[in-house]
């Protein structure tokens, strides 16, 4: 069983930054690929971001590349989504993912069916 926890939303104003985290714990230690997604009311569960499980790869939904940065930290089995420049229709419930089964090294994964286990989320709120 793997656990995420996800931290670090808020409400901020047009054009300020957040650090959501996730914290990845479980059964094993290992690197996952993951993912990060976004929900708003009414809407579905749309991808944000992902990363390869060694994380040198990432991927962006084109409406928040070069304002979203994704990293991830071994040491503390933690995935980081820097937000800047943040906007109202960033406005969403955030979740992170953790595909923990059938992966490739250097490939990330892009739907939330390729998830195998989610954090409770974390609402994020811009104000204009």
């Known amino acids: 069983q793997v656990q995420l926890v996800e931290s670090g939303g808020g409400l901020v104003q047009a054009g300020g930054s957040l650090r959501l985290s996730c914290a990845v714990s479980g059964r094993t230690a290992s690197s996952y690929p993951m993912g990060w997604f976004r929900q708003a009311p009414g809407k579905e569960r749309d991808f944000v971001a992902a990363?390869?499980?060694?994380?040198?790869?990432?991927n962006y939904e084109d409406s928040v590349r070069g304002r979203f940065t994704l990293s991830r930290h071994k040491a503390n089995n933690t995935v980081i989504l820097q937000m800047n420049s943040l906007k109202p229709e960033d406005t969403a419930v955030y979740y992170c993912a953790a595909k923990s089964s059938r992966w490739f090294s250097g490939r990330y994964y892009l739907t939330p069916t390729d998830y195998d286990y989610w954090g409770q989320g974390t609402q994020v709120t811009v104000s204009s």
């Open positions: 990363i390869s499980a060694g994380g040198s790869y990432t």
